[in-house]
């Protein structure tokens, strides 16, 4: 069903596993990058020692990307966001990539704004830079919070396994997957793409089970609330959801910004996610640490206030 979501083309193999959430999921996305990597290197010739492997992705990433390179010792390239990007830099990120790139991750909603990654350009760029070398680099798109929605909010938006050089994703079904917490996604569009050292083969529990997630046991609830919200409200039923939280946040969005008060720097068009900062020059006795402080106090400590 998600490689459907995802358009995962009849042509190739996908492959996949669920994991306890992105955090498995984007650790096992970034394992298979790094042992296909280094096998191309090495029928290529490369001296794989002389350099560290790095990882290509902008500054916007969540920690689970830090945990990766810091666990399998790869460095991380960061292309910086800034208030003209706010999102990854499309005119700087090919500059940070190199013989030594095990690959780029774009991210498809960004964990503190909520924007996305323009997957479409930077595999426009991909495509190029690949054609003028044996060093192949590729995608995998971190879309932990936007691989369950943008396919059902904004389906002709191409992120996905439609783009040449997408090769990975990762969603949680904890998050727009709207099943509660242990629940994560990754696919693979062909299965070359997952070296095949990293899928085990267990029998012990009867047949040949073949496992490549990092947890072996965890809870099966998960994986049938996330089943069943698929069939119960199906392809129509999510739309209506998302869509519905969708125009929630566009009216957030209006209304707090015709307060006069607010800078809205992300209007929730993409992501069902609403900041804003205050005005520069706002004479206020008061800033948004104490609304945050205000909304504790009210007991509301899951609203998520962007302070930058
Ligand atoms: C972009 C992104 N990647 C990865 C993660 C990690 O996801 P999980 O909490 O499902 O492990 C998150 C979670 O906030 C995220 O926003």
Same mark, same amino acid.
């Given at each position: 069903?998600? #490689?459907? /979501?995802?358009? %995962?083309?009849?042509?190739?193999?996908?492959?996949?596993?669920?994991?306890?959430?992105?955090?498995?999921?984007?650790?096992?996305? $970034?394992?298979?990058?790094?042992?296909?990597?280094?096998?191309? %290197?090495?029928? /290529?010739?490369?001296?794989?020692?002389?350099?560290?492997?790095?990882?290509?992705?902008?500054?916007?990433?969540?920690?689970?990307?830090?945990?990766?390179?810091?666990?399998?010792?790869?460095?991380?390239?960061?292309?910086?966001?800034?208030?003209?990007?706010?999102?990854?830099? !499309? =005119?700087?990120?090919?500059?940070?990539?190199?013989?030594?790139?095990?690959?780029?991750?774009?991210?498809?909603?960004?964990?503190?704004?909520?924007?996305?990654?323009?997957?479409?350009?930077? =595999?426009?760029?991909?495509?190029?830079?690949?054609?003028?070398? =044996?060093?192949?680099?590729?995608?995998?798109? =971190?879309? #932990?919070?936007?691989?369950?929605?943008?396919?059902?909010?904004?389906?002709? !938006?191409?992120?996905?396994?439609?783009?040449?050089?997408?090769?990975?994703?990762?969603?949680?079904?904890?998050?727009?997957?709207?099943?509660?917490? $242990?629940?994560?996604?990754?696919?693979?569009?062909?299965?070359?793409?997952?070296?095949?050292?990293?899928?085990?083969?267990?029998?012990?529990?009867?047949?040949?089970?073949?496992?490549? #997630?990092?947890?072996?046991?965890?809870?099966?609830?998960?994986?049938?609330?996330?089943?069943?919200?698929?069939?119960?409200?199906?392809?129509?039923?999510?739309?209506?959801?998302?869509?519905?939280?969708?125009?929630?946040?566009?009216?957030?969005?209006?209304?707090?910004?015709?307060?006069?008060?607010?800078?809205?720097?992300?209007?929730?068009?993409? /992501?069902?996610?609403?900041?804003?900062?205050?005005?520069?020059?706002?004479? /206020?006795?008061?800033? !948004?640490?104490?609304?945050?402080?205000?909304?504790?106090?009210?007991?509301?400590?899951?609203?998520?206030?962007?302070?930058?």
């Amino acid at each position: 069903m998600i #490689a459907d /979501l995802w358009n %995962a083309s009849e042509k190739e193999k996908f492959m996949g596993t669920s994991t306890i959430g992105s955090s498995e999921a984007c650790m096992l996305g $970034g394992m298979a990058m790094k042992f296909s990597w280094r096998k191309r %290197a090495e029928k /290529l010739g490369l001296d794989i020692n002389a350099k560290k492997p790095n990882l290509v992705i902008s500054s916007g990433y969540q920690v689970c990307w830090e945990k990766f390179c810091v666990y399998w010792d790869i460095e991380m390239r960061e292309v910086p966001m800034d208030r003209e990007h706010m999102s990854i830099n !499309l =005119d700087k990120v090919m500059d940070y990539v190199d013989e030594y790139t095990i690959g780029v991750v774009g991210i498809m909603g960004i964990t503190y704004t909520g924007r996305y990654d323009d997957i479409k350009a930077l =595999d426009n760029l991909i495509e190029e830079y690949n054609k003028q070398t =044996d060093y192949k680099v590729y995608i995998h798109v =971190d879309a #932990a919070s936007g691989g369950l929605y943008a396919p059902f909010v904004e389906p002709e !938006l191409e992120w996905d396994f439609r783009l040449k050089n997408v090769i990975s994703i990762n969603t949680s079904g904890h998050k727009y997957g709207l099943v509660y917490p $242990g629940v994560g996604w990754v696919l693979w569009r062909d299965k070359k793409y997952l070296p095949e050292e990293l899928i085990f083969k267990v029998s012990y529990l009867g047949g040949e089970l073949p496992t490549m #997630a990092i947890n072996f046991s965890h809870s099966a609830s998960q994986l049938i609330g996330q089943y069943y919200n698929f069939v119960r409200y199906g392809f129509d039923g999510y739309k209506a959801i998302h869509e519905r939280t969708h125009k929630v946040a566009m009216y957030l969005a209006e209304e707090i910004e015709k307060t006069g008060m607010f800078e809205i720097m992300n209007d929730g068009s993409q /992501l069902p996610i609403v900041c804003y900062k205050l005005k520069e020059n706002s004479n /206020l006795g008061w800033n !948004l640490y104490d609304l945050a402080d205000r909304l504790f106090n009210e007991g509301m400590a899951s609203a998520c206030l962007s302070t930058s």
